[in-house]
């Protein structure tokens, strides 16, 4: 490997969220002194991400299978949906064990300064998803959990999606205690997020 491989290694390494240059290089040293443990099984790993992983048709979710493991559970409450912005926060939602109701995921939160615009996010999928399942007895969706950031943008997105389901049968509730004003739901503690949907309210 020459040094310019390492310098682009570094370079791909550090735009990795939480990485800086420094992190980056600290890293690339770490797999290059491991290069036949560390780097292969990570490598391997890599690899069978990027070829068997797929996005979920309904929900957005990832999986080895186009439609996700929470959308094929039958055992899932069918009449309610939590919407969230990234995949990160169904997951930091799906560990306390504590919500039992399926998912919609949007893809990122609305911003004008990063330039995401409703039409870049799955808001229409949303959408089309709460109407068809009015036709449905089993499976209707009778309430719409908004679980946002406590930050601008997922404040904006949040009033966004309940502007535009409102005029659908549907409850529209969103977090409440416990999620501090700036703050990711990703980074909060089991009992933090437990919490803010237990004492979900309307609005």
Same mark, same amino acid.
């Given at each position: ?8 290694? #570094?370079?791909? /390494? +550090?735009? $990795? ?8 290089? &600290?890293?690339?040293? @770490?797999? !290059? ?50 919407? #969230?912005?990234? /995949? +990160?926060? $169904? ?8 919500? &039992?109701?399926?998912? @919609?995921? !949007? ?97």
């Amino acid at each position: 490997m020459s040094v310019g491989e390492i310098e682009k290694l #570094v370079n791909c /390494i +550090s735009r $990795l969220p939480g990485m800086g240059f420094r992190s980056a290089m &600290r890293t690339v040293v @770490h797999l !290059l002194k491991r290069k036949h443990t560390v780097m292969n099984h990570l490598i391997k790993s890599l690899t069978d991400v990027f070829e068997n992983v797929k996005e979920c048709g309904i929900c957005g979710n990832i999986d080895v299978k186009s439609t996700c493991f929470i959308c094929l559970d039958k055992k899932r409450d069918f009449s309610t949906l939590c919407v #969230v912005s990234d /995949i +990160s926060d $169904l997951w930091a939602i799906e560990r306390t064990g504590f919500y &039992r109701g399926r998912y @919609h995921v !949007l893809g990122g939160k609305l911003s004008a300064i990063d330039g995401v615009r409703p039409e870049d996010l799955n808001i229409t999928r949303l959408y089309r998803r709460v109407c068809e399942s009015e036709d449905s007895d089993d499976e209707a969706i009778r309430e719409v959990i908004i679980a946002m950031s406590a930050d601008l943008d997922g404040q904006t997105t949040m009033f966004f999606v309940k502007d535009k389901l409102k005029e659908l049968s549907v409850k529209i509730t969103t977090l409440s205690h416990g999620v501090p004003i700036g703050s990711d739901l990703e980074g909060l503690d089991d009992g933090t997020l437990i919490a803010a949907f237990k004492h979900r309210h309307s609005f």
